[in-house]
């Protein structure tokens, strides 16, 4: 081993003088390579320390065009229909706020029957919430005229109307002159008047559900009851709710039986006279088959104070009830594997249509035409129709009013999928006056307006109670109070804005269980 005897201290100087000047020269180099590249820059390319060229400073975007941060937002919704929708909407909310965390949904769900009050308030009182659903009390026409509504055309351009039901989208019901104000929750024919029965009742009765697949008659059908209810043991045989706050619901029956004997009457309008028609035979027969069922003692005792729920629930339960009288929403209820479904009965057993026209369902969300946060209402519409109508589909709930959605959304539930081919059957379109003519809107304003006292519900419940001993009579006189009302309308609107005549409530070319094509 060699060591070295030098000085020390100053081998340790020439070693730190030597890694200093190594230093300063590579700061040099550095520095030189900085100035050059500034020096070579492009115009393309400016760097910090070159002033941008006019070329180069159009790419640069100025601070008061930068996008600020979308800010929390708060959305209002009213509601006034129960369930399912209320669960569909529920899950549908839960979804969007997952998707959008800086949008919050704030639901009032208000009773049907104080939600046209609140309504009313809110108008008044300026303070409509963002979202919610129309009031059934108060016209499209009005609430435009007030200029409360927001047009959603953006929303729904002509291609995207294409996708829905026809008749989803109807002049003076969901649009008007051209413009859509109307989201729709649903396809627009839910009122489907049907009868479920339980699967291992009948059975017990020796039917089968081939048996109950045909058009019965009226007396057919009450045979079938009265047999179901001894093979059982039941005290009753048929739910269905006489409460004469549900006409919507009892409606829809007679209409449809009417039909079947009347077929040129469409819920109680003849398009090839463009009149009225309540005093008709078939309507006449349709009534007295539920009083046929009440005197036989087939309904629940107090089945005219009673809810749609109360006289659901033993049919539900399996006691007591073989069958009942329920629309096609209530389907959802309903477990496949012991509930079957079948048309209404007729009085001869011939067959029956359910007309459209698009002027039947309503139950749809309109826009404050104020709202502070139209693009994020925007959103979460999109959003509702997107997964709301799909969901619904899935879960054998409810039908959608798009189409596509209807034939290639499947479902597990039997009955749900049966019913969808019946609805397409069962329904046939008729014609639209307003669609024609914008103008007889008015008309039908006019006639709601000022309705006779005494009206066609008012007459079917009576004659249930025992209060009418003629029926025809009470009809004869319902009839023409209300054809009465409806040639004063018409004079009304040809005065206010003319032409408008009673022909322009005639088809002649409209012929019944055809689906009606405007020319």
């Known amino acids: 081993m060699v060591r070295l005897r030098g000085n020390h201290n100053s081998l340790k100087r020439g070693s730190w003088m030597t890694k200093r000047n190594l230093l300063l020269a590579m700061v040099v180099i550095l520095s030189l390579s900085v100035f050059l590249a ?33 800010e929390p937002v708060t959305l209002k919704i009213w509601y006034r229909i129960g369930r399912p929708y209320r669960d ?7 979804r969007f706020q997952k998707a959008n965390p800086l949008i919050t949904i704030e639901v009032n769900d208000i009773p049907a029957a104080q939600y046209s009050a609140s309504m009313q308030a809110a108008i008044a009182g300026n303070s409509l919430p963002d979202l919610f659903m129309n009031d059934l009390t108060i016209t499209l026409q009005k609430m435009i005229q007030l200029d409360l509504l927001k047009d959603l ?77 001894e093979a059982n043991n039941l005290k009753y045989g048929i739910a269905v709710s006489g409460k004469s706050d549900l006409f919507w619901f009892h409606t829809a029956y007679l209409n449809a039986m009417s039909s079947s004997v009347n077929p040129e009457i469409s819920d109680g309008f003849n398009y090839s006279t463009g009149q009225y028609v309540y005093n008709n035979p078939g309507l006449v027969e349709a009534m007295k088959f539920f009083k046929k069922l009440d005197d036989e003692k087939l309904f629940l005792p107090n089945w005219l104070t009673m809810s749609n729920g109360e006289i659901r629930q033993p049919f539900l339960d399996g006691k007591d009830i073989a069958f009942t009288f329920q629309h096609i929403e209530s389907t959802w209820l309903f477990d496949s594997n012991k509930i ?38 925007k959103k979460f519409i999109e959003f509702f129709m997107e997964d709301t109508f799909k969901s619904g589909v899935e879960k054998g709930w409810v039908r959608s009013p798009v189409i596509a959605v209807n034939t290639t959304v499947k479902t597990d539930s039997q009955l749900f999928n049966k019913l969808t081919g019946m609805i397409d059957k069962l329904y046939k379109d008729v014609p ?15 006639a709601a307006a000022k309705k006779p006292s005494v009206t066609v519900e008012n007459v079917f419940y009576g004659y249930l109670a025992g209060q009418i001993p003629d029926l025809q009579a ?36 409209w012929k019944p269980f055809e689906n009606y094509k405007s020319k």
């Open 38 to 70: 500034a020096c070579s820059g492009t115009k393309n390319e400016p760097t910090a320390s070159s002033p941008a060229s006019p070329a180069s400073s159009a790419s640069v975007k100025p601070a008061e065009t930068v996008k600020k941060p979308q």
């Open 88 to 94: 569909m909407l529920t899950t549908t909310i839960e």
């Open 153 to 229: 055309n953006d929303i729904f351009p002509p291609a995207k109307l294409a996708e829905f039901i026809p008749g989803t989208f109807t002049e003076g019901v969901t649009m008007l002159n051209g413009k859509v104000y109307n989201v729709p929750q649903r396809d627009p024919r839910p009122a489907v008047p049907l009868v479920y029965y339980n699967k291992e009742m009948i059975a017990k009765a020796g039917y089968t559900e081939a048996d109950l697949d045909k058009q019965l008659t009226y007396d057919q059908f009450i045979e079938i009851v009265k047999k179901t209810k």
């Open 340 to 377: 079957g479904v079948m048309n209404i009965p007729t009085k001869d057993g011939k067959p029956f249509y359910i007309p459209f026209n698009g002027a039947g369902d309503q139950q749809s969300w309109q826009v404050n035409k104020k709202t502070k946060h139209p693009e994020e209402v």
């Open 432 to 446: 639209n006056p307003r669609t024609a003519n914008e103008k007889l809107i008015d008309v039908y304003t006019e």
């Open 474 to 509: 009470a009809l004869d006189k319902v009839n023409a109070d209300t054809n009465k009302v409806w040639d004063t309308a018409i004079e009304t609107a040809n005065k206010k804005n003319p032409p408008v005549s009673k022909k322009d409530f005639v088809f002649p070319s």
